[in-house]
T-cell receptor, first 112, second 114 residues
Framework: SQKIEQNSEALNIQEGKTATLTCNYT??????LQWYRQDPGRGPVFLLL?????KEKRKERLKVTFDTTLKQSLFHITASQPADSATYLC???????????FGQGTELSVKP | DGGITQSPKYLFRKEGQNVTLSCEQN?????MYWYRQDPGQGLRLIYY???????QKGDIAEGYSVSREKKESFPLTVTSAQKNPTAFYLC?????????????FGSGTRLTVV
């Protein structure tokens, strides 16, 4: 069955540095991949979608890469700020109906 | 402003009781989804609906039921058959059609068995 794995350990970085989060998947060839941000006690918020034929996508300080050979996506936040502290989820479509399977998320903490 | 409203924010259920979680959207989205989130786990799909009066089971539908009588509304009932209902429940909706749109989520309902 399809499986998604994100770093379960929290990532702690200093303000101004680049945060890099990893999403790996197996038994799967998704047409696209999505990233979401979730704050404590809130619903996830959609950030970016990258298609299988796109190697890289940028949105302001965010950059996502998608390597279908390695079956991996990297999510970068440049010039990180304490306000970027949250849990970040990757998600892949599966079967039909627009359904998504989510990773367990990686918690990012940016210290001033 | 368009969005998804989930209510209540907190819900307490006694053993053997059925409870219903509300989800309303004014985004004119056709597809709606219910997920359950437990600590340290990814979101797991309970039920989904792509159109009014139609819905399908997700990966963990046992002990849950839904209805989709209106495009705007997709309530979830947690029945007494659900043995471990304590969790954070999230409702989401999506535009159907070309790929490129993510889910819009509500703020969630935290259900606790007392």
């Amino acid at each position: 069955s399809q499986k998604i794995e994100q770093n379960s350990e929290a990532l702690n970085i200093q303000e101004g540095k680049t945060a890099t989060l990893t999403c790996n998947y197996t038994n799967y060839s998704p047409a696209y991949l999505q990233w979401y941000r979730q704050d404590p006690g809130r619903g996830p918020v959609f950030l970016l979608l990258i298609r299988e034929n796109e190697k890289e996508k940028r949105k302001e300080r965010l950059k996502v890469t998608f390597d279908t050979t390695l079956k991996q996506s990297l999510f970068h936040i440049t010039a990180s700020q304490p306000a970027d502290s949250a849990t970040y989820l990757c998600a892949l479509p599966y079967n039909q109906g627009g359904k998504l399977i989510f990773g367990q998320g990686t918690e990012l903490s940016v210290k001033p | 402003d368009g969005g998804i409203t989930q209510s209540p924010k907190y819900l307490f259920r006694k053993e053997g009781q059925n409870v219903t979680l509300s989800c309303e959207q004014n985004l004119n989205h056709d597809a709606m989804y219910w997920y359950r989130q437990d600590p340290g786990q990814g979101l797991r799909l309970i039920y989904y609906s792509q159109i009014v009066n139609d819905f399908q089971k997700g990966d963990i539908a046992e002990g849950y039921s839904v209805s989709r009588e209106k495009k705007e509304s997709f309530p979830l009932t947690v029945t007494s058959a659900q043995k471990n209902p304590t969790a954070f429940y999230l409702c989401a909706s999506r535009i159907t059609g070309p790929v490129g749109y993510g889910y819009t989520f509500g703020s969630g309902t935290r259900l606790t068995v007392v």
